[in-house]
Each structure stands twice: as C-alpha cells, then as structure tokens.
C-alpha cells in the first residue's frame, strides 16, 4: 500500500504559479510510478501529468504542456507539479496518483493508489 497526500493548492490569478507537492509514505521503496490528475465541476477526471520512478520518463495532457512540470526526489518520497501560467480553466480539484511499474498511463482507471485531492482556483 502507498499513502499520498497532497499540498500547495489555493487561489492564484490568471498568469500565476502555483507547486503542488505530493508526499508518499507506505510501501515507498519499491519502483513506483507517480502522476497527477484533475477534476473539474461537472467534468471527467482529466490526466495532468505523470513521471516514470527515475524521473527519465515524462507525459503531459494536450492542455498544460508547456506550462506544467512534474518532478520527483525519491529520497523525499514526493512528486511535484510546477504550474506556469494559469488559466481559469485550470481550476479544478488536483489528486496524486500513483502506481507500480514503470509504464505511464492517461487512463486514471490504470492507477492503483490516489490521495484525497487539493483545490486549485484560478481567478481571472
């Protein structure tokens, strides 16, 4: 079992920043995928972001490439999403997700472990 939780969510204005950070605890030491979605009212969840265990490896949505960035530091167990450039579109609910292996999955249905979510809201 992996246990996330997330943090760094809030009220930021078109054009700002924003970092995410995701702590993992748990069943930490084994190679696990890591990766961040978001849902918006009345929407699916979306696929934001994910990164491979080594960091080597990374995918984006059509709609943040560019503008968002995932990191991880292993020793820290925590994931990051960087993101530039907000756009009131952005807002939405954020969960970490990850799972095990080493391939990087869109389709949240492929993810074995999520946290509870943070919120992000973006203003114009």
């Known amino acids: 079992q992996v246990q996330l939780v997330e943090s760094g969510g809030g009220l930021v204005q078109a054009g700002g920043s924003l970092r995410l950070s995701c702590a993992a605890s748990?069943?930490?030491?084994?190679?696990?995928?890591m990766g961040w979605f978001r849902r918006a009212p009345g929407k699916e969840r979306e696929f934001v972001a994910a990164i491979s265990w080594s960091s080597s490896v990374t995918s984006y949505g059509d709609s943040v490439k560019g503008r968002f960035t995932i990191s991880r530091d292993n020793a820290k167990n925590t994931v990051y999403l960087q993101m530039n450039n907000l756009k009131p579109e952005d807002t939405a609910v954020y969960y970490c997700a990850a799972k095990d292996g080493l391939n990087l999955y869109s389709d949240h249905w492929m993810w074995d472990y999520w946290g509870p979510g943070t919120q992000v809201t973006v203003s114009k």
């Open positions: 748990g069943r930490t030491g084994e190679n696990y995928a």
